[in-house]
């Protein structure tokens, strides 16, 4: 038998299960509080908590994130590396020298802007798919129009191609370059470029670089080439004289 005054507080514990009940609160067995009538849940602190392990979670996932992408565009920088340096090692089998470069690149101190300029405009893709020549005009890869020998003056520094022949010429990048992997210039002219993704702006000349007669360049018994790009905030120089470096 429950003396008057512990029914009358079951009753007090009922009244208020209902009251929650009508309020659109589930009620459990053991959640009401006889003193109270409050509903159990997370503390200030505990959320506290929650939120600053949901936040380092959240920064090593774009972290990783970040490396996975640097690492995928480290992949594709260097396997096109590898292809134009063995491009550029038959052409020089064959002809018995590198690859013309640049002539203003022995005028500059390898690092600076100007040299980083004169590298990056370099006639590679003419003088490793070859050229007709027809009197002071050369004829390219990819057909007409001509170009005269007074352009390729103006925009490297000696007035030719020298893989011309008046028939044919050799071909050393083969398959011949798609038009993703060249963009026009300033001059006109065709250049070699980084592949698509790795620019700033849509229209942005991101080029291979070249050098094969300053003294100071990394490799001087033979040829640099280097790419450069940036993933993220990194700016990564990738050449042939090492990986891939920031």
Known sequence: MKTAIEQRGMRGISRRGRRLEHAGARVL??????????????????????????????????????????????????????????FISAYQSKMGFFPPDNTNNVNFAPGTTNYETSTGLNSLIYELTGATATGTNFMPFDGPPAIPATTFSAAYGRGGIANSLPDEAHVFYQPLPSPSEYMTNAYGLKQLVVPAGLTGAPNEINPWHYDCSNPNRHNPQGFDLWAEYTVGAVTITNGNWNTASQ
């Open 29 to 86: 067995p053991g959640l009401i509080c006889a003193r109270r009538g409050r509903v159990a849940g997370f503390t200030l602190v505990e959320l506290l908590v929650v939120i600053t392990i949901m936040a380092i979670i959240a920064s090593m996932v774009v972290g990783l994130g970040a490396l996975a992408s640097r690492k995928k565009h480290d992949a594709v920088v260097t396997a096109m590396k590898a292809k134009l340096a063995l």
